[in-house]
């Protein structure tokens, strides 16, 4: 079992990360990495302020522990300084997406991991793995497809579904004044309560399904009614009530061939 001392580390090596990333980076740094990229002083900054802040956090939890505390503490602030600037240099040149920021906050925790189980306490390593190696991949793996499916596999399964009504909802709302909506805000609303749906079936909490439909109803319902277009209404109810099915039967199939309570 992974001790306590690692654990500890990490998780405060991680609260600094969360820290520093966000309540300590003022929005005149992002904007100056943004214009700069590589140049930006700011950018230097940064990475120097997470190096102290895990440096700090080190010197707190280890200090009188070790035979070189200040030879640590130093490496320790140069590998969290040093890899926070590559992974923000390398950012900062990449589209603006939520796919790379979730890559940047990955890589950034991952340095973290590696130093306190790869480094401090190397001798964790083999635990974790050992731990990695007994889970019941049985029951991880087929979760982890679920919730695959309930991406882009689902939403393409949906088009397919809608597809015959398509054309024609679409020449019946440009026959009205025209609604434009954000572009494929539809598709991450379907991503997310599907995978809401999903958990809440995993997990057994039923009642927060109907939470979830009746939070996207009021809305959703709203819209319809304003655009007044009956065609459009029942395209629209057609693909949720399609795209839930999935999400609900996938669950209760899981839950009942994996046998989860």
């Known amino acids: 079992m992974i001790s306590n001392d690692a654990n500890v580390l990490f998780l405060s090596l991680f609260l600094g990360h969360v820290l520093g990333d966000f309540f300590l980076q003022p929005d005149s ?3 100056d990495k943004s214009d700069q990229k590589i140049k930006s002083k700011c950018l230097v900054l940064h990475a120097i302020l997470h190096g102290l802040l895990s440096a700090a956090i080190f010197a707190f939890l280890f200090w009188g522990k070790l035979n ?3 030879m640590a503490i130093i490496l320790v602030f140069g590998v969290v300084s040093v890899s926070h600037w590559i992974i923000d240099a390398i950012k900062i040149y990449l589209n603006r997406s939520y796919i790379w920021f979730l890559v940047d906050q990955v890589f950034h925790v991952l340095i973290l991991a590696i130093l306190t189980y790869g480094v401090v306490h190397s001798h964790e390593m083999s635990v974790i ?3 990695a190696k007994n889970l019941n991949y049985m029951v991880v793996l087929p979760i982890f497809i679920a919730y695959t499916l309930m ?4 939403a393409v399964l949906v088009g397919e579904v809608l597809f015959k009504w398509t054309e024609e909802v679409n020449s019946a709302v440009k026959n009205t004044e025209e609604r434009v909506g954000l572009e494929e805000a539809g598709k991450y609303i379907g991503y997310i309560e599907r995978i809401l749906i999903l958990t809440f079936v995993l997990t057994s909490q039923y009642s927060a399904i109907g939470f979830v439909l009746a939070a996207k109803s009021i809305f959703r319902m709203g819209d319809l009614k ?8 029942e395209y629209v109810m057609v693909g949720t009530l399609f795209s839930v099915t999935v ?4 669950g209760l199939f899981l839950v009942h061939v994996l046998g989860i309570k």
């Open 29 to 31: 740094w992002v904007k």
């Open 68 to 70: 070189h505390p200040v």
């Open 129 to 131: 793995i050992e731990n």
């Open 151 to 154: 991406l882009k596999p689902t």
């Open 226 to 233: 304003e655009n007044g277009q009956r065609k459009f209404t």
């Open 247 to 250: 999400a609900l039967f996938c």
